[in-house]
């Protein structure tokens, strides 16, 4: 996308009141190694607004979108954290981690001597696509008795957890090559595909983690029409009302 057209792109999702940006929603591509917090943050360093926020963490192994409200527009965050998203995940196959993603420790491995079919792998995708229940994983940010679960877990303390009804719409298989599955989810509000990948692993009877993480889209925002964290920090500064 052209300078110009990112310009008048970003001038959509504003809110202006008598020439001055009272808020404005954008749809950020967030890096790979920075927590979601990283990116509010930086946010809010640019634009020097103090009410910064977003609708759904990112893990910090993951990368795209991350949808960002400032100004007024932070409250309007509750309506694209309950919208539909859809994610693309890699997983490896043949080995579980304690995160249950490429950060953690391997805790369990298993020798995969031969591929697994198209109709064994179909078979156990299709009976994980909707409404299911899935237990946060301890390392994660939901709160349990005042803490991040997070933590307790870096303290060696695992707490008791109550499962979540999650919704899967859909999952598309897309590969299969060298242990690695490659799936697209389409998921509701509050599905860890972390906890996913790894369900799916313990199904098929080899353990799995999951490898790379792309959120490519939530509600009408999608990653095609996000801004690279340098892109909105330029097109900010040219940015006349």
Known sequence: MSHLKKQIELKKYCEILKNKIIGMTIPVNKPKDWT?????????????????GHAGTLDPFATGLLVLGFGKHTKKLDNYQNAKKEYFVDIALGSSTDTMDRTGKIIKENNITSKYSMI??????????????QIPPMYSAKKIKGKKLYQ???????IKRKPIEIN????EFLSYINNILKLKVECSKGTYIRVLANDIGEKLGCGGHANELLRSKI?????????????FEDQWKSLII
């Not at 899967?168 to 999952?171: F, L, T």
Request: glycine share 8%; charged share 35%; aromatic share 12%.
């Open 36 to 52: 979601s917090f990283d990116v509010v943050k930086k946010i809010r360093g640019i634009t020097k607004f103090k009410k910064v």
């Open 120 to 133: 064994q792998i179909q078979d156990v995708i299709k009976s994980f696509i909707g409404e299911i229940k």
């Open 152 to 158: 307790y877990a870096r303290k060696g303390i695992k």
């Open 168 to 171: 899967i719409y859909n999952i």
């Open 219 to 231: 509600g009408e925002y999608s990653i095609d029409n996000s801004f690279k964290i340098e892109e």
